[in-house]
T-cell receptor, first 113, second 116 residues
Framework: GDSVTQMEGPVTLSEEAFLTINCTYT??????LFWYVQYPGEGLQLLLK?????DKGSNKGFEATYRKETTSFHLEKGSVQVSDSAVYFC????????????FGAGTRLFVKA | EAGVAQSPRYKIIEKRQSVAFWCNPI?????LYWYQQILGQGPKLLIQ????????DSQLPKDRFSAERLKGVDSTLKIQPAKLEDSAVYLC??????????????FGPGTRLTVL
């Protein structure tokens, strides 16, 4: 079945460092890919998405490119801030069998001042 | 626009007891999801409704879990009887795309269940 694999955390970075959180997926067909973020004490919210190969999703300085050839959707940010400290979830919605949503295990990011 | 509402926010019960959670999605959203999020893991889809019909319940433990969405609006998720391994946060989400397609899901704050 479909699955999502994320790099394990926690990831600890200093402010202004470059961030990469790896995400790879297994799916039949052509899923849509998402990054959700959960800030401390808050609910899950959509960060960005891409619905077809080579699409780039971007929001709040974060970017991720849908790479079908490597089945990846890595999250990047050029310069992280303390306020980016959160848990990041990669997810896919398959386009077969009823648009089922699969989440990765999440990667916790700590950014130090 | 009001967000997804869930209640209660916290619940503590003993094993073998029953519990129910309630969700009110964003007005007009046709698709409603219930997820189980165990500590340290990502959300796992339990059941997905489109209006008041079930789209996917393949991961719902049907011997103890049940869910309904009467009139295609709010929804309840019930566990009876609860087990220790049911301790988790139960998340409700909704989406306005017909067929539950690849659109944004809006999440509620969740209900944290502790089974003793």
């Amino acid at each position: 079945g479909d699955s999502v694999t994320q790099m394990e955390g926690p990831v600890t970075l200093s402010e202004e460092a470059f961030l990469t959180i790896n995400c790879t997926y297994t799916a039949t067909g052509y899923p849509s890919l998402f990054w959700y973020v959960q800030y401390p004490g808050e609910g899950l919210q959509l960060l960005l998405k891409a619905t077809k190969a080579d699409d780039k999703g971007s929001n709040k300085g974060f970017e991720a490119t849908y790479r079908k050839e490597t089945t990846s959707f890595h999250l990047e940010k050029g310069s992280v801030q303390v306020s980016d400290s959160a848990v990041y979830f990669c997810a896919l919605i398959g386009n077969t069998g009823g648009f089922k949503t699969i989440f990765g295990a999440g990667t916790r990011l700590f950014v130090k001042a | 626009e009001a967000g997804v509402a869930q209640s209660p926010r916290y619940k503590i019960i003993e094993k073998r007891q029953s519990v129910a959670f309630w969700c009110n999605p964003i007005s007009g959203h046709a698709t409603l999801y219930w997820y189980q999020q165990i500590l340290g893991q990502g959300p796992k889809l339990l059941i997905q409704f489109q209006n008041n019909g079930v789209v996917d319940d393949s991961q719902l433990p049907k011997d103890r879990f049940s869910a309904e969405r009467l009139k295609g609006v709010d929804s309840t998720l019930k566990i009876q009887p609860a087990k220790l391994e049911d301790s988790a946060v139960y998340l409700c989400a909704s989406s306005d795309l017909a067929g539950g397609g690849p659109g944004e899901q809006f999440f509620g704050p969740g209900t944290r269940l502790t089974v003793l």
